[in-house]
């Protein structure tokens, strides 16, 4: 089992930045791969970014690449999130998930086993 508990969300204004954080116990943490996704309301959940476990080989949607980082601190059993340049369709819940195998279906929410409880960003305009 792997519990996942993000934080660092918040409401930003547009133009602003926030670094998320999702801190994974339970289980090897640098043997995972982990990814972020988000749901705004009345939308479909989407793949936001992932990256390896050793954190060598990262995956962006096209949207965020640019504008988000993804990035893993094995030692702290914590993978962030940095989103710069936020804009109001930004907002949504973010989650963070974890895999065994992150390979080439690294945007399917399928390929995840585990999920934290989301963090709310919310981007003013």
């Known amino acids: 089992q792997v519990q996942l508990v993000e934080s660092g969300g918040g409401l930003v204004q547009a133009g602003g930045s926030l670094r998320l954080s999702c801190a994974a116990s339970?289980?090897?943490?640098?043997?995972?791969?982990m990814g972020w996704f988000r749901q705004a309301p009345g939308k479909e959940r989407e793949f936001v970014a992932a990256?390896?476990?050793?954190?060598?080989?990262?995956y962006y949607a096209d949207s965020m690449k640019g504008r988000f980082t993804i990035s893993r601190d094995n030692a702290k059993n914590t993978v962030y999130l940095q989103m710069n340049s936020l804009k109001p369709e930004d907002t949504a819940v973010y989650s963070c998930?974890?895999?065994?195998?992150?390979?080439?279906?690294?945007?399917?929410?399928?390929?995840?086993?585990?999920w934290g409880q989301g963090t709310q960003v919310t981007v003013s305009s």
């Open positions: 990256l390896s476990g050793t954190g060598r080989t990262t």
């Open positions: 998930a974890a895999t065994s195998v992150i390979g080439t279906y690294y945007s399917d929410y399928q390929t995840y086993d585990y």
């Open positions: 339970g289980r090897s943490f640098s043997s995972l791969g």
